[in-house]
């Protein structure tokens, strides 16, 4: 049988105070990633500031209890710091409406006009680039390979 089936008050307590002791600190850890993954970054700055308060707001019949209220504080701020340097910490989303166009419509005819008006636009620039010739001073070399000049060579020859 189990502790907590035949435990007196004394060890039920001190199994409880183990448990707290081993999990919590993995516990806020996974609850403030999610916290972070759901909400952003700076949900984690809204919570340790509201859990300061709260533990500074705290009191007990206890002589140690500031000690431990800085101690819980200490703790807060080493798993916050923690899941900000987590890997597997998203960055935040980016705002859409930030990087929109003033006057942009959402839609997809508009937006295809405006494309399309944008292309007539730049066609010059779509052009191939035209091939230069640079003159070289010297003796002429024999030019091999396009057409242009293989009908010079034959008018050349006759």
């Known amino acids: 049988m189990s502790k ?6 004394n060890e039920l307590e001190g199994i409880r105070q183990k448990a707290a002791a ?21 949900s984690l700055d809204r919570f340790e500031k509201a859990m300061v308060q709260m533990i500074d707001r ?3 019949d206890d002589t140690d209890f500031e000690d431990m209220k800085e101690f819980a504080t200490e703790q807060l701020y080493a ?14 989303l980016e705002d859409v409406q930030s990087r929109r166009t003033q006057g942009r419509s959402e839609k997809a005819e ?10 007539e636009d ?3 620039a779509s052009d191939p680039p035209a091939v230069v ?26």
């Open 58 to 60: 705290s009191s007990a």
């Open 22 to 42: 081993h999990f919590a600190p993995s516990m806020l850890y996974e609850a403030l990633l999610r916290l972070s993954r759901a909400c952003g970054a700076e």
């Open 79 to 92: 798993c916050v710091r923690a899941v900000k340097s987590s890997p597997d910490m998203t960055q935040p």
């Open 133 to 158: 010739s640079t003159a070289i001073a010297g003796r002429t070399k024999p030019l091999v390979g396009t057409d242009e000049v293989l009908r010079k060579r034959k008018r050349e020859e006759k």
């Open 4 to 9: 907590l089936q035949q435990g007196s008050s």
């Open 122 to 124: 730049t066609f010059p």
């Open 110 to 119: 508009t937006l295809e006009g405006q494309l399309q008006q944008g292309l």
